[in-house]
């Protein structure tokens, strides 16, 4: 008990001092009808996934290389108003300890610069095994390895989404 109470105030710093907000904050601040934004932030590509309104289900949208930054939010501000996003969920990639290690604070460090050009909510969700997740599901489906490995940041995306839209549906 005392290892997880020490990580839970550790992620409530961090949270605060990167001005984000946890999930339930997020449920409070949008509308029961409201598409999502999931993204994967790799070290070279961004994978990037949509909710339907109902938020029942994550579809894996596109991924972007991870190249210049302002044209990377450019590209988020286009696909926000098209598709009428009205929050962000990032993948979070602790530790498998539950500690934050140096992904998990360049992960924090583009959502802060990411919250300092886009006017949304944003919060972070555990991604650990996200990308191992996508790689079995389309094991499963019979998809050769270019299409998997061609894909997985997208997939990724769409895994982190489901699993904050799931926990926000319950």
């Not at 939010?73 to 696909?79: A, D, Q, R, W």
């Not at 998990?104 to 006017?119: E, R």
């Amino acid at each position: 008990f005392k290892i997880y109470s020490h990580m839970i105030i550790r992620s409530i710093i961090i949270i605060e001092k990167y001005n984000m907000i946890t999930i339930d904050e997020l449920k409070l601040k949008i509308d029961k009808k409201s598409r999502l934004l999931g993204l994967d932030l790799g070290s070279k590509r961004i994978g990037l996934s949509i909710c339907d309104d109902k938020r029942i289900i994550a579809t894996p949208f596109k991924t972007i290389e991870k190249d210049n930054f302002d044209k990377f939010i450019n590209e988020l501000k286009i696909i926000i108003k098209e598709n009428n996003i009205q929050g962000i969920i990032v993948g979070n990639p602790i530790n498998m300890d539950g500690s934050v290690g140096p992904s998990a604070q360049s992960v924090m460090d583009v959502c802060k610069n990411i919250l300092n050009k886009i006017d949304l909510p944003l919060c972070l969700w555990d991604e650990r095994l996200s990308t191992v997740g996508a790689f079995n599901i389309s094991s499963q489906l019979d998809i050769n390895v270019s299409k998997k490995v061609k894909n997985i940041d997208k997939n990724a995306a769409a895994f982190i989404l489901q699993g904050a839209i799931d926990y926000l549906r319950n």
